[in-house]
């Protein structure tokens, strides 16, 4: 379909004054370090204590900060309040894509009653056309994350399929994950089966952890427990806290079935390092039941050497996340 010359226009417009936007947002270091350790609480499920810090970077214009604080609001309050709106809109006026999805899934029925809807208000059928607009002039630059967005407000799936193809590690997890579930077309299960473990192979590779215990589990059914292995210490490397536990436990297991050597000092210092994951994912319970089984076979000098363990993997790699997806 042809563009008009005033829709070109416009979206030129747009991408003049996203890209200036952006450079504008300029980050201190200690704006940055805020951002990052807002975001850290945020994947932690710690939404209460991630306002503060992303604040401090959303106030200074950070279109990503801004998303997450709008994120943090809404996850806190358990719905779409004006002051997430506000930071939503804030980002996608900035080209956040995320936050024009957001927008456009929000009827803002609550603050039509109230009368205390923000003076920028659009609808949510032209946020979704700015999100749109946006992703499909990104796509076209060739950015695998906008053609998964793109999927995300179209519901084609072939740009999911792109995304993947084009190598954003989400996009091949969440399509394994989709053919996992039914979706897709596949002769034959066995083609299916190989088109599941080839995405999960790609993600963990590229680096996404989630996709890093997917692709493990898969190598387990093949009897293949040395990669079972392997991508579950990288998961854990990686920060991820389930695959954190996962190891931690299989360290514990004075016999184990898949191979992992009894390790009560390393079981011990991996389980204590979840503790701090006192917000939500049930983390904490689980920790809290296990370390006290663990700890009563180990010595005063082995909780010791536990302790230290922890400390040094702490300053040492990814602070813990969940990875929560970023919609």
């Known amino acids: 379909m042809r563009r008009s010359k005033s829709s070109t226009a416009f979206f030129l417009l747009l991408y003049v004054f996203f890209s200036s936007a952006q450079v504008q947002a300029q980050l201190s270091p200690d704006q940055l370090a805020a951002k990052t350790k807002g975001i850290e609480l945020y994947n932690q499920f710690k939404a209460i204590s991630a306002k503060p810090q992303l604040k401090i970077a959303a106030d200074a214009g950070d279109p990503e900060a801004q998303y997450y604080l709008g994120e943090a609001i809404r996850t806190n309050d358990k719905y779409m309040t004006a002051e997430a709106v506000s930071s939503y809109e804030a980002a996608a006026l900035q080209g956040d894509i995320y936050s024009m999805i957001r927008l456009a899934g929000e009827k803002n029925d609550l603050c039509v009653a109230m009368k205390n809807c923000s003076k920028t208000r ?39 399929e792109q995304s993947a193809e084009n190598g954003y590690v989400f996009s091949q997890y969440f399509l394994g994950i989709m053919y996992r579930q039914g979706h897709g077309h596949f002769l ?88 701090e994951l006192d917000g939500g994912g049930g983390m904490l319970d689980r920790v809290n039941s296990k370390l006290p089984e663990l700890s009563a076979k180990m010595t005063t000098e082995q909780i010791s050497q536990a302790t230290e363990l922890a400390k040094e993997w702490a300053d040492t790699h990814p602070p813990l996340s969940f990875f929560p997806d970023k919609l």
């Open 122 to 160: 659009k609808e949510p059928g032209a946020w979704g056309k700015m999100a749109l607009d946006t992703a499909s002039a990104r796509s076209a630059e060739g950015s695998a994350e906008a053609m998964y967005l793109k999927y995300r407000v179209t519901g084609d799936d072939k740009w999911l």
């Open 188 to 275: 034959l299960p066995s083609r299916r089966a190989e088109a599941i473990e080839a995405l999960m192979k790609a993600s963990a590779e590229g680096g996404y952890p989630k996709a890093m215990l997917e692709y493990g589990a898969i190598l387990a059914e093949k009897n293949d427990y040395q990669g079972f292995r392997h991508w579950n210490q990288k998961a854990a490397e990686a920060g991820y806290a389930i695959a954190v536990f996962g190891y931690g436990y299989y360290l514990s297991q004075e016999t184990s079935e898949f191979g992992f050597t009894y390790d009560p000092v390393n079981s011990y210092a991996l389980l204590s390092l979840l503790r």
